[in-house]
């Protein structure tokens, strides 16, 4: 077994070599990011103790390149603060563990011994068998997260929690998880809670018998019986009406339910899949959803992140739309103008996968005939859009965000702008490297780092 040890403190790398050759373990320090990540890159470490604050980065920011190595160790974060923001982005991240210094030897050998051990156990058992993503795209690590939760879920029968923020491709996932799993051959029902009246959503559930009310000429059975051994989806499962979440949950327990009007039971071996771009947990603290019902619904929970939380992924979502549109028009696929291509990267897409894809169709009609898209075939909402965030950035460099949007998330202003800094420097500095590490006192390997996480060309 191999440990990598990353922290600035000599002391600290000192003391947990020391700790770790104890335990009869190889081990190898590093004094800073770069030179950690170029190590780990290596390969053949089983357990990486990474530290938050180094001089030449942030450790929580190298965590998805650190978790996306073919090997993909283990990772113990080592922190001299007890931040628990930082702590919730390291567990959000895939850390093993997240130890506060000076942390006890005991607490320390535990939490590597359990690493270790789960790692060896990991290795041995099979995991689940690769699934079919032809509909999904996305190579970031937040993607690749999602895939294997949907490989872990298409090798299960639990119910499925989908959240995230419209047009963020929830039910994709759903029908990807629905087509690789034992219940293929079954049907996939799609149920839209928000087109459901209060008055009906019984009916159109579990069905209703010829005579149980006005209008109920005929038998018929509801969503609930068509998705008898396949998958049931609930989509924006938020706006099913309180009044039948009770009733739903026995379904969902017994599945077994009485049509309305009907005096006898019948059965559906359905699967669950819901999908929300509301807060659940919000809403049961609000009383507006069943605490009950949330628990049944996620057991298997899986967040998509918005667009703009992956703008790596653009590039491939607009080379895959341009490839749809033109297989649909039986002419060769459009390429993308360099300008057009930057443009796109440095939206922020509210609207997410579903707006790019419109914004992609709609710039291939304003190109008509023309093989090249240019910025000039962009909506100009988009171009507008690009032009006022890069305009508002004052004298200082900072920018400025206006009250009506709001402020980003930390996460997403400090990828903006290193962003940004990556291509000013690319421009300064004509693409050569050894004047971009000059000016900008990176190692090597971190700048090929940054530069492939953020699709820098050079």
């Known amino acids: 077994?191999?440990?990598?040890?990353?922290?600035?403190?000599?002391?600290?790398?000192?003391?947990?070599?020391?700790?770790?050759?104890?335990?009869?373990?190889?081990?190898?320090?590093?004094?800073?990011?770069?030179?950690?990540?170029?190590?780990?890159?290596?390969?053949?470490?089983?357990?990486?103790f990474l530290d938050v604050r180094l001089p030449d980065g942030n450790g929580l920011d190298a965590l998805p390149v650190i978790k996306s190595l073919p090997d993909s160790p283990e990772v113990i974060i080592l922190t001299g603060l007890g931040d628990p923001d930082g702590a919730e982005l390291a567990i959000q991240g895939g850390v093993w563990d997240y130890l506060v210094k000076p942390a006890p030897v005991r607490e320390t050998m535990l939490s590597l011994k359990r690493a270790l051990q789960y790692r060896q156990e990991k290795n041995r058992a099979k995991g689940p068998r690769p699934i079919q993503l032809s509909s999904l795209v996305g190579t970031s690590s937040r993607m690749r997260q999602c895939f294997d939760l949907a490989a872990q879920a298409a090798a299960s029968q639990a119910a499925v929690l989908i959240t995230g923020e419209t047009g963020t491709g929830k039910e994709l996932f759903a029908r990807a998880i629905h087509d690789n799993s034992s219940?293929?051959?079954?049907?996939?029902?799609?149920?839209?809670?928000?087109?459901?009246?209060?008055?009906?959503?019984?009916?159109?559930?579990?069905?209703?018998?010829?005579g149980a009310f006005t209008g109920a000429d005929c038998d018929r059975d509801g969503l609930v019986r068509l998705a008898d051994g396949g998958t049931l989806f609930l989509d924006e499962v938020g706006e099913l009406p309180l009044s039948i979440q009770k009733s739903f949950l026995r379904v969902l327990q017994e599945k077994r339910f009485r049509p309305v009007g009907a005096s006898r039971e019948v059965t559906s071996d359905f699967r669950l899949i819901a999908a929300t771009n509301r807060n659940l947990e919000e809403m049961v603290e609000r009383g507006a959803f069943r605490q009950d019902l949330l628990f049944r619904i996620k057991t298997v929970h899986m967040t998509l992140p918005p667009l703009r939380e992956r703008i790596e992924d653009v590039g491939l979502l607009a080379a895959r739309r341009l490839e749809a549109l033109a297989a649909d028009n039986g002419r060769p696929p459009k390429v993308?103008?360099?300008?057009?291509?930057?443009?796109?990267?440095?939206?922020?897409?509210?609207?997410?996968?579903?707006?790019?894809?419109?914004?992609?169709?709609?710039?291939?009609?304003?190109?008509?005939?023309?093989?090249?898209?240019?910025?000039?075939?962009?909506?100009?909402?988009?171009?507008?859009?690009?032009?006022?965030?890069?305009l508002s950035r004052g004298?200082?460099?900072?920018?400025?965000?206006?009250?009506?949007?709001?402020?980003?998330?930390?996460?997403?202003?400090?990828?903006?702008?290193?962003?940004?800094?990556?291509?000013?420097?690319?421009?300064?500095?004509?693409?050569?490297?050894?004047?971009?590490?000059?000016?900008?006192?990176?190692?090597?390997?971190?700048?090929?780092?940054?530069?492939?996480?953020?699709?820098?060309d050079i």
Request: with cysteine; net charge negative.
């Open 336 to 390: 993308m103008d360099s300008e057009f291509s930057q443009i796109i990267a440095a939206y922020s897409w509210p609207g997410n996968v579903r707006e790019l894809y419109n914004v992609m169709e709609r710039a291939v009609i304003a190109a008509g005939d023309e093989p090249t898209l240019f910025a000039l075939h962009l909506p100009q909402e988009v171009r507008i859009a690009v032009t006022r965030a890069q």
């Open 183 to 210: 219940r293929a051959g079954g049907s996939f029902v799609v149920v839209d809670c928000a087109t459901l009246t209060e008055s009906l959503v019984e009916g159109t559930l579990l069905g209703h018998r010829k």
């Open 1 to 48: 077994m191999n440990i990598l040890i990353i922290d600035d403190d000599a002391d600290v790398r000192a003391t947990m070599e020391s700790l770790v050759r104890r335990m009869d373990l190889a081990c190898d320090t590093a004094a800073g990011l770069g030179e950690g990540l170029a190590k780990a890159r290596c390969g053949g470490y089983d357990v990486v």
């Open 395 to 456: 004298a200082s460099g900072e920018v400025v965000f206006s009250t009506e949007g709001g402020l980003p998330t930390l996460r997403a202003f400090k990828e903006a702008r290193e962003r940004e800094y990556l291509e000013l420097l690319r421009r300064e500095c004509g693409g050569e490297i050894v004047r971009m590490l000059d000016v900008s006192g990176l190692s090597r390997s971190h700048l090929y780092a940054l530069l492939k996480k953020y699709g820098v």
